[in-house]
């Protein structure tokens, strides 16, 4: 069964850069899309970013794009996402998520669609 485990995590300044990375063990994470999404406090997990399993299909969220991007090293099985011009409402606990599908280039913006998780990592911009 496919682990995952974030790392990276902290605390910035609005206007500050970060990378956060996602390395996943015991799955086929090198065949599977995957994702970045975030979650505030009472508030539903809301879609950051996705990448295929070459890393030649990303997409972004509205709130991100320009600001965010996302990348893979599927040699080490690591994820990454490098956030520039942080903003305090990218404040949350960032997770990283594997899908099942093997070499697609098909990703979504669903939390549903991905089927393991890592525990997730607070980022937190203040202003």
């Known amino acids: 069964q496919a682990q995952m485990v974030e790392s990276g995590g902290g605390l910035v300044q609005a206007g500050d850069s970060l990378r956060i990375s996602c390395a996943a063990s015991g799955s086929s994470f090198s065949a599977n899309g995957a994702a970045w999404f975030r979650q505030v406090r009472g508030k539903e997990r809301e879609f950051v970013a996705a990448?295929?399993?070459?890393?030649?299909?990303?997409d972004f969220s509205k709130a991100v794009e320009g600001r965010f991007s996302i990348s893979r090293d599927n040699d080490n099985n690591t994820m990454y996402l490098q956030m520039n011009s942080l903003k305090p409402e990218d404040t949350g606990v960032y997770y990283c998520?594997?899908?099942?599908?093997?070499?697609?280039?098909?990703?979504?913006?669903?939390?549903?669609?991905?089927?393991?998780w890592g525990q997730g990592i607070q980022v937190t911009v203040s202003s």
């Open positions: 998520g594997v899908d099942s599908t093997v070499y697609s280039n098909y990703i979504s913006r669903s939390k549903g669609w991905y089927g393991h």
């Open positions: 990448i295929n399993w070459s890393g030649s299909v990303t």
